[in-house]
């Protein structure tokens, strides 16, 4: 008898893999001959920038498209000649899992473990496994539209995992989730690889989150331009990162000047700093970047890989990037920050859904010019307290003043003051982009040559002529993205609410948006965000940090890290200081 073929060494190999896309007349090379591989029993991460081909790529991997060119085996099969032989022994979870929000979780358990086969006597052992592993065992009797953002997202993997696959493929799983359920995920990714043998390839917009994959493949305009270990891409970077502070110029301000500075490719705030990439290894000279601030400082920092990641695609940004932020030409000019008046006075508010206090007894308040962050896990309340300062929804208990306006009586003047941008892209996805900027232009009121300027100026501002006959479902996300924000700002308001207004979007697009949204509080336009990225609440003038519909803390992203810092932990992140708070009020709820 002839010897079996031995299991291939790579669990995914993929050879000048080619799929085109034909939309409005358009030539889309999605994916273009893209050759590379997926080692078997490790996390390899897919990463590159909106529209970069990750998605399509999985879907060809997973047999669910048929590639136009080349050739993908997955475990040794060719996925084009035997799809079903692949699918068998694979399993996908993309970025929008379907779950039947109306079924409960065993509902939804059952009726996966029904599609993939898995027979009866094997599900009861399974299902105990992965409960416990999502720790979702006390919930099986609820409903999954009652589940927080995180507890869905570990649903959907759970009934990813009914059948146990050998290659298992994440299309962005902690999208849209908090801090402490991101880590949950990655503990589950972890022991399915270290305790399973489970081969895994996870695409991420979260680049800490490619740092703890062995390999990282690296797309850019449906190309692979880089495969290797993410230290080694750090370790190019020696010698090119730097943390600049300037005692009496606001974070804000240098953080503007340095990143349209020459020779600098990348620009962050970081607590009280701005941290730098240099294009050259040369350490950069203060009188040279700063001469009118005599306290500039410039101290060299150990690289990470989103450094590495952003300067291998800042100079190859794809066309259409928007053009530099420009002020609106009639806002007036910000006052410091920390200096304004009160603009969003919140006490005591309260919001009940029958016996559930989603939002309970939270009172804060905003000054003109502020960015002031509204942080906290999934089911905290910071999206119905949005609501209801937008006069979305009542509060049940408590005073909301606005713009100077009392909700509780001036609602509908209070919101002609403000914009707001959803968590989720919630413009009309069969309106072309110039039809979704008419309509809100009539929604907010405006006419005549007002109206027109100001539709002219979003399509300059934001890049959107490429685009503006384009359906808005069909968008990338960046271009989503920039549309709501445009959208939002066609009245020019004087407060604007982002509700994680940057979920899943790549690093250089959320660069983009902070720019404008800096340039935004600089003209004294005041902001209000919500985000799951710590390092965004790194440009929060202030922020509070939400737990059970109640605030847990305020400060400056300093002063909050500060709380954690110690002789073990020196340096603490936003990240590790929120995680904290959150786990803390839940010991403390628990005892």
């Not at 002789?567 to 929120?578: G, H, L, S, V, Y």
Request: aromatic share 6%.
């Amino acid at each position: 008898m002839a010897a079996a073929p031995e299991e291939p060494s790579a669990a995914l190999r993929l050879d000048r893999v080619t799929r085109v896309f034909r939309a409005g007349g358009r030539r889309v090379v999605a994916v273009d001959e893209v050759s590379g591989r997926v080692e078997r029993g490790a996390v390899t991460g897919l990463i590159g920038p909106d529209g970069a081909g990750k998605t399509t790529l999985m879907r060809l991997c997973a047999g669910l498209l048929l590639p136009d060119g080349g050739r993908i085996a997955v475990l040794g099969i060719d996925v084009t000649q035997a799809p079903a032989a692949a699918q068998a022994r694979i399993g996908y979870m993309p970025q929008r899992f379907g779950l039947y929000e109306d079924l409960s979780v065993q509902e939804n358990l059952d009726l996966y473990a029904e599609l993939q086969g898995v027979p009866a006597a094997a599900r009861g052992p399974r299902y105990d496994q992965l409960l416990h592993m999502t720790g979702l065992g006390r919930f099986t009797g609820r409903l999954a539209g009652r589940l927080s953002g995180g507890m869905k997202q570990k649903l959907g993997l759970a009934c990813t995992l009914v059948r146990a696959p050998e290659l298992l493929f994440l299309d962005e799983p902690t999208v849209g989730v908090d801090p402490v359920s991101r880590r949950e995920l990655w503990a589950i990714v972890d022991h399915l690889t270290r305790s399973e043998g489970m081969t895994v390839l996870l695409s991420t917009s979260y680049l800490d989150e490619a740092e703890r994959c062995r390999a990282v493949l690296l797309m850019h305009e449906g190309r692979l331009i880089g495969a290797d270990d993410p230290a080694r891409f750090t370790a190019g970077l020696a010698g090119r990162s730097f943390h600049v502070a300037a005692r009496d110029f606001s974070k804000r301000r240098l953080h503007e000047r340095l990143s349209g500075a020459t020779g600098i490719i990348d620009a962050t705030i970081q607590g009280a700093q701005v941290r730098i990439v240099t294009e050259t290894a040369a350490p950069p000279s203060a009188a040279a970047l700063l001469p009118d601030v005599p306290d500039a400082r410039i101290v060299a920092v150990p690289p990470r890989f989103e450094d590495s990641f952003i300067a291998l695609l800042k100079t190859g940004r794809r066309a259409g990037g928007m053009p530099p932020a420009a002020s609106p030409p009639s806002a007036p000019a910000a006052p410091a920050a920390g200096g304004g008046d009160e603009v969003i006075v919140v006490r005591d508010l309260t919001r009940r859904f029958g016996s559930f206090r989603a939002v309970d007894n939270v009172s804060f308040s905003v000054r003109k010019g502020e960015i002031f962050g509204l942080l906290g896990a999934n089911g905290a309340g910071k999206s119905t307290t949005f609501r209801m300062l937008c006069g979305l929804l009542p509060p049940s208990d408590g005073s909301l003043r606005v713009a100077g306006f009392d909700l509780g009586h001036a609602a509908a003047a209070a919101r002609g003051r403000v914009g707001y941008m959803a968590q989720k892209f919630s413009l009309y996805g069969d309106l072309s982009v110039m039809q979704n900027l008419r309509f809100f232009s009539s929604a907010y009121r405006l006419k005549g040559e007002r109206r027109r300027r100001r539709i002219a100026w979003a399509v300059e501002e934001f890049a959107l002529g490429p685009v503006s006959s384009a359906t808005s479902r069909d968008l990338p996300l960046g271009y989503k993205q920039r549309l709501a924000l445009a959208c939002a700002l066609m009245h020019e308001p004087d407060i604007l609410f982002l509700d994680e207004p940057t979920s899943g979007v790549d690093p250089l697009a959320r660069r983009e948006f902070w720019h404008r949204i800096n340039a935004l509080a600089e003209a004294g336009v005041t902001i209000l965000v919500t985000t799951h990225f710590m390092e965004e609440a790194e440009y929060c003038d202030r922020l509070v940090i939400m737990a059970d519909g109640r605030i847990l803390a305020t400060g400056d992203s300093e002063s909050l890290k500060e709380r954690l810092r110690s002789k073990e932990r020196p340096d603490p992140t936003m990240e590790d200081a929120f995680v904290a708070l959150i786990e803390a009020a839940g010991a403390e709820r628990a005892a």
